[in-house]
Nanobody, 120 residues
Framework: QVQLVESGGGLAQAGGSLRLSCAAS????????MRWYRQAPGKQRELVAT???????TYADSVRGRFTISKANFNNTVYVEMNSLKPEDTAVYYC??????????????WGQGTQVTVSS
């Protein structure tokens, strides 16, 4: 089992910045991929950013150039630095991890979500 604990959400003004953190703990052999998703009220959950175990990153078009995903391997933590925030970035942000539990199994885990609100 893997537990994901997010932190860093809150209120920011348009043009401001926030940094979210997600710490993974529990029993696993490795973390293959970590992702940040977000879900705004009345909308589907969307993928925001991805980082692989090797450090490769991808971003949604809506955040590319403004958000930066990174990770610290020593403590299994992933971050997303969010700059030039816009009101449309307002959402609950969720951390997601794909973890190898054994030589034969890979499982997907979700954090509890953290609210980000951007005021205009």
């Amino acid at each position: 089992q893997v537990q994901l604990v997010e932190s860093g959400g809150g209120l920011a003004q348009a043009g401001g910045s926030l940094r979210l953190s997600c710490a993974a703990s529990g029993r696993f052999l490795s973390i293959n991929v970590m992702r940040w998703y977000r879900q705004a009220p009345g909308k589907q959950r969307e993928l925001v950013a991805t980082i692989t175990g090797g450090g490769s990153t991808t971003y949604a078009d809506s955040v590319r150039g403004r958000f930066t995903i990174s990770k610290a391997n020593f403590n299994n933590t992933v971050y997303v630095e969010m700059n030039s925030l816009k009101p449309e970035d307002t959402a609950v942000y969720y951390c997601n991890a794909e973890a190898r539990n054994s030589a034969w199994t890979v499982s997907n885990y979700w954090g509890q979500g953290t609210q980000v609100t951007v005021s205009s």
